[in-house]
Nanobody
Framework: QVNLVESGGGLVQAGGSLRLSCEASGSIFSINAMGWYRQAPGEQRELVAIITRGGTVNYADSVKGRFTISRRNAKNTLYLQMDSLKPGDTAVYYC?????????????WGQGTQVTVSS
């Protein structure tokens, strides 16, 4: 089992910045990928950015050049630096991690943190 706790959400004006953090606990020794997803009202949950244990990173096209994901493996802490925020970035942001055991992938989710960008 992996527990994920996010922090750092809030209200910011368009063009501003926020930094999200996610701390993992539990069976952290076997964590593979960690990432951020978001879900706006009435929309499906979508990938924002993800980073593997080896450091491979993928971003959604909509956030490339504005958001930066980073990970401190020693502390199993994940960050998302969000710059040049837009009203369209308003959503609940969820921390994600997974473990790969015997060929199976086990996903885990945090409780979510609200990010609201005003115009």
């Amino acid at each position: 089992q992996v527990n994920l706790v996010e922090s750092g959400g809030g209200l910011v004006q368009a063009g501003g910045s926020l930094r999200l953090s996610c701390e993992a606990s539990g069976s952290i020794f076997s964590i593979n990928a960690m990432g951020w997803y978001r879900q706006a009202p009435g929309e499906q949950r979508e990938l924002v950015a993800i980073i593997t244990r080896g450091g491979t990173v993928n971003y959604a096209d909509s956030v490339k050049g504005r958001f930066t994901i980073s990970r401190r493996n020693a502390k199993n802490t994940l960050y998302l630096q969000m710059d040049s925020l837009k009203p369209g970035d308003t959503a609940v942001y969820y921390c994600y991690s997974d473990r790969k055991i015997m060929g199976q992938t086990y996903p885990y989710w945090g409780q979510g943190t609200q990010v609201t960008v005003s115009s």
